[in-house]
């Protein structure tokens, strides 16, 4: 009886592990949570003029495309809803200038943490599109 229970055991541990190691080779994060992950995406759209919550919880940004479509230089600023930095929200970007025309991307493997959610603008209304793309658990 004592053997049979440990076997069926060491069978369960094995085929979780099986699971879980497809489930990261296959590229997919995983957690122990009653909570999958989710995938969530702002864009392709102009950044705001004035702060807007893109998203209100958690999220590990993991890649970020900006083009400045306007012939004028823009400031973006990303910055996360927490009270972290001084007792105010800690920005990603920070007034940051984009030239004319220019595409900045980034790609951060495990993601950048936006504790809260994320809060965007841009200097001036309809120059700047965004694209972002992120994980919330």
Known sequence: MKRRFLDTVAVLLVLFIVAAGAKIFAGQPFHFSS???KLVRYGM???PSSPTDLWTVTTHVDSILLHNVTG???TVTLAD???NCNAGPCGVFTATTIAARQ????STPGGIRFVNG???NASVANAVVAEIRGVQH
């Open 45 to 47: 759209q102009y950044l």
């Open 35 to 37: 909570h999958p992950n």
């Open 103 to 106: 595409v900045w991307t980034f």
């Open 118 to 120: 994320i809060s965007a």
């Open 81 to 83: 809803k927490s009270t």
């Open 72 to 74: 004028s230089d823009v």
